[in-house]
């Protein structure tokens, strides 16, 4: 979002946080040219902070073990002091580094300020399951309204609406 009101000239509201920074300079100036990023988080499936990325290291929290050949799901690995790889002089993860305490609590600080924005930050969460009000709608005349199957395939499945396609 940031870069997009940036290139079409538009101030972004200042009451709240946007998830992004203007990429413009990076887009549009030399290759190689250093975003304003100081830390990138990656979140794990439920949606929780466990990984950062800060100048050349990759900080593990948490990190999931693959499926063994007999098709048992893996599981999650929870790091009490964090898995630290230099991606720039090892890319592949294969070997794990010690990070001196200043910079692990630089890190542990840059975390703790993410979290805190995000969870200050306005968010919703939709209930689409507390009133039919909500639900979708397959509605030909509706252009809000978008059907998943041809209105041929409803009716011969027996004319009925949305309630019957489920």
């Given at each position: 979002m940031p870069t997009l009101a940036a290139l079409?000239?538009?101030?972004?509201?200042?009451?709240?946080?946007?998830?992004?920074?203007?990429?413009?300079?990076?887009i549009f100036q030399?290759?190689?040219?250093?975003?304003?990023?100081?830390?990138?988080?990656?979140?794990n499936g439920a949606g929780e902070l466990k990984v950062v990325r800060y100048k050349q290291y990759m900080?593990?929290?948490e990190q999931y073990t693959a499926s063994d050949c007999s098709g048992n799901k893996g599981g999650t690995v929870q790091h009490s002091t964090p898995l630290v790889f230099d991606v720039v002089s090892d890319p592949a993860e294969s070997t794990p580094v010690q990070l001196d305490a200043d910079t692990l609590k630089t890190v542990e600080q840059l975390l703790a300020a993410k979290e805190a924005s995000i969870k200050s930050t306005l968010s919703h969460k939709a209930d689409y399951s507390s009133s039919d009000q909500?639900?979708?709608?397959c509605d030909s005349t509706d252009p809000v309204c978008r059907c998943p199957w041809s209105q041929a395939d409803t009716a011969a499945a027996g004319g009925g609406g949305l309630d019957q396609a489920f």
């Open positions: 079409a000239g538009v101030a972004l509201p200042q009451d709240r946080v946007f998830d992004g920074i203007d990429l413009g300079p990076v030399a290759p190689g040219k250093a975003t304003a990023h100081e830390a990138l988080f990656h979140p900080v593990y929290y909500y639900a979708p709608c």
